[in-house]
Nanobody
Framework: QVQLVESGGDSVQAGGSLRLSCVAS????????MGWFRQAPGKAREFVAA?????VYADIVKGRSAISRDLDKNTVYLQMNSLRPEDAAVYYC???????????????????????WGQGTQVTVSS
């Protein structure tokens, strides 16, 4: 079965950096759209970034974050720089069978596009 396992969450000070990782198994990794979402307490889950052969970022992280993937390791990464207290959340990795097609119709940022979700990794940012 499909499994997504996130890691890399930590407690950092504002202005710091983190790299989150998500290892995927049970799917053809290169074909899948991989996304990162986050959810803070009391708030809705929100889109951060997504990748297949294209990439897309939420405005809230654009210029401060970079999504990448390693096809040999079936791993997607989210590098986050210049972290702010408002970046604190549980970060989730997600996978969609729609792959690159989701960029063509603009659905890559939508949670409903994704078929599988990881358990999340906690990011805490102190001011």
């Amino acid at each position: 079965q499909v499994q997504l396992v996130e890691s890399g969450g930590d407690s950092v000070q504002a202005g710091g950096s983190l790299r989150l990782s998500c290892v995927a198994s049970g799917l053809t990794f290169s074909r899948y759209l991989m996304g990162w979402f986050r959810q803070a307490p009391g708030k809705a889950r929100e889109f951060v970034a997504a990748i297949n052969w294209s990439t897309v970022y939420a405005d809230i992280v654009k210029g401060r974050s970079a999504i990448s993937r390693d096809l040999d390791k079936n791993t997607v990464y989210l590098q986050m720089n210049s972290l702010r207290p408002e970046d604190a959340a549980v970060y989730y990795c997600a996978a969609s069978h729609r792959g690159e097609a989701a960029f063509m119709d603009g659905s890559a940022p939508l949670p409903a596009t994704y078929d599988y979700w990881g358990q999340g990794t906690q990011v805490t940012v102190s001011s």
